[in-house]
């Protein structure tokens, strides 16, 4: 974790399994018009859900996920269930995405992760910064069951057709 969180990261990424608050998930996932297996790690905790429903704009949908964690390979090409960052393409103007943006926030996901797992820390949650870049217009439901070539493919020649931009771009 290159953060200055990095002990409460790799904490949260070597207990993950064993606690049950992130699931493993497999799907055909569509790139340039090939299809892959992908597989991804997503937290499931019930207050992270809870804020990244919020965040997308799907707050009673049933069927999502979780919380996409940054695929992150091992030596062996691997996928590893350790990854302590968000998924850069969702989440990428919050702190604990793998990236250099100078505009990093830390999102109420990040503090429900905190307060959930890391009873050491006194969160406040109104101190939340919310996530402006990638923020969605309307409910994206389903952007971490889609690749960006599905969702580009699915709105094509629709009328009032909105840039996918940051997920899509």
């Not at 990095?6 to 070597?14: A, L, P, Q, W, Y």
């Not at 497999?26 to 859900?49: A, C, D, H, S, Y």
Request: a negative charge.
């Amino acid at each position: 974790c290159s953060c200055h969180l990095s002990e409460s990261c790799v904490f949260i990424s070597r207990t993950s399994g064993k606690d049950k608050t992130w699931r493993e998930i497999t799907r055909p996932w569509n790139e340039n018009g090939t299809t892959i297996q992908k597989k991804g790690f997503f937290l499931t905790w019930e207050p992270v859900m809870t804020e990244v429903k919020k965040h997308f704009n799907c707050p009673d949908d049933p069927s999502f996920e979780g919380a996409e964690m940054n695929n992150q390979l091992n030596d062996a090409g691997e996928l590893e269930a350790n990854s302590a960052h968000w998924n850069q393409r969702l989440f990428g103007d919050e702190i604990m995405a793998p990236n250099d943006a100078d505009d990093q926030r830390f999102s109420y996901m990040t503090l429900a992760v905190l307060k959930a797992h890391a009873k050491w820390y006194t969160v406040d949650m109104s101190q939340a910064e919310p996530l402006e870049i990638s923020k969605p217009s309307k409910p994206m439901c389903d952007i971490n069951r889609k690749s960006c070539w599905d969702i580009i493919e699915e709105h094509k020649g629709k009328a009032g057709v909105q840039n996918f931009a940051p997920y899509c771009d």
